[in-house]
């Protein structure tokens, strides 16, 4: 959008008289700062992504944003303490700060907790051992598409089947039914890792979104939604995406209704 402080950009607002790169003296344009200076080149050999040369061999800026979607990321490790991994960490960091500031402002939007039927149980109290031992997360969504008003709910049970804890919340302006799916999954991921489970297994009734999951299928309407997930799954030590039957999934698909019919309600 031209608003980064770079040398182009300064010297059109007649800022500075000097857009060189400071790394290597060249005239400091957004494409080279960020893709062709040799120093944006060693980072980018540095970022846990496999083919990163689809980002520097692009010719300009926005082909290698497009570009980006074609990588597959990698677990942050290794990372060295020189000023080149040192940009490299930051920039895994501060990526992971934003991450975490959208789900801080999700979950600020107004949710609505439901009555789950008498047959689930809640447990009280869980050891970290048992947490770490195989929890089971059960996930759903309902959706209006009159309203693109959609319900998401998930259920939290240790391996024997006790439920530890049941949530859910509404969204405005989803536009399809299996977009709300997909953000049901993303949301119990981000609160498994807040609660530090490391061993996890996402049970879900949409065929299609698990099937895409599991063979880093690219669904258009989900990309975004997937790559979140599925960066979100690379920090368990145990993870797995289960495709279950509907009749299985019913606790998550009465949190997931109640939800949007509490939001119908006070529309």
């Known amino acids: 959008m031209g608003a980064l402080p770079i040398g182009e950009n300064l010297e059109k607002r007649s800022l500075v008289s000097n857009t060189t790169c400071v790394h290597c003296g060249n005239n400091e344009t957004t494409t080279h700062l960020f893709i062709h200076c040799q120093f944006a080149k060693r980072v980018w050999d540095l970022t846990p992504l496999l083919h990163t040369d689809l980002i520097t061999e692009a010719t300009y800026f926005g082909k290698a944003m497009k ?156 990309f975004g939604i997937i790559h979140d997930i599925l960066n979100l799954s690379l920090e368990f030590s145990v993870f797995s995406f289960v495709y279950i039957h509907r009749k299985n999934n019913s606790a998550a698909d009465a949190l997931a209704k109640g939800a949007l019919l509490a939001s119908s309600s006070s529309a």
């Not at 109290?125 to 309902?142: E, K, M, Q, W, Y």
């Not at 859910?168 to 399809?176: G, K, L, N, V």
Request: proline letters at 3%; one cysteine or more.
């Open 67 to 222: 570009a980006t979607k074609m990588t597959i990321n990698l677990p942050p490790s290794g990372l060295s303490c020189d000023p080149l991994g040192g940009t490299l960490s930051k920039a895994v960091g501060l990526a992971r700060e934003w991450q975490e500031a959208q789900s801080l402002s999700q979950c600020l939007v107004t949710t609505t907790t439901t009555t789950v039927p008498s047959m689930i149980r809640i447990a009280s109290t869980l050891s970290r051992s048992s947490l770490n031992s195989g929890i089971a997360v059960h996930t759903d969504a309902a959706w209006k598409s009159d309203s693109n008003k959609a319900g998401l709910g998930w259920i939290f049970s240790d391996p024997t089947g006790v439920i530890i804890s049941t949530d859910s919340r509404a969204e405005d302006y989803i536009s399809s039914a299996l977009v709300a799916e997909g953000l049901a999954i993303r949301e119990a991921l981000f609160q498994s890792r807040q609660r530090g489970y490391t061993n996890l297994t996402n049970k879900s009734d949409a065929q299609t979104l698990v099937k895409a999951i599991n063979d880093r299928i690219s669904l258009k309407e989900l």
